[in-house]
């Protein structure tokens, strides 16, 4: 897609405001896989270790968060 076009689209009446907030939310997901990478990375010295891990928490978080999703809306 072309510059204009996503402009084009970010004028769309809330639409921006929708986008930001997404950005927003998406940041802590995208920075606690990076923070994994750091921590295990610094404690084992080992960048195919801290792959792992971080491939486990991602694969954990794909199963396990719908099912907290869904327990929480249930809740409400």
């Not at 990076?34 to 080992?46: A, K, Q, Y």
């Not at 794909?62 to 327990?71: D, E, F, I, K, R």
């Amino acid at each position: 897609m072309s510059s204009s076009t996503y402009r084009a689209l970010l004028r769309t009446p809330g639409a921006a405001a929708f986008f930001l907030t997404a950005i927003a939310g998406r940041t802590g997901i995208a920075m606690t896989s990076l923070g994994i990478v750091w921590l295990v990375h610094d404690r084992t010295g080992s960048y195919t270790v801290a792959g792992l891990v971080t491939g486990c928490f991602a694969v954990t978080e794909a199963l396990v968060g719908p099912q907290c999703t869904s327990v929480r809306c249930r809740s409400r």
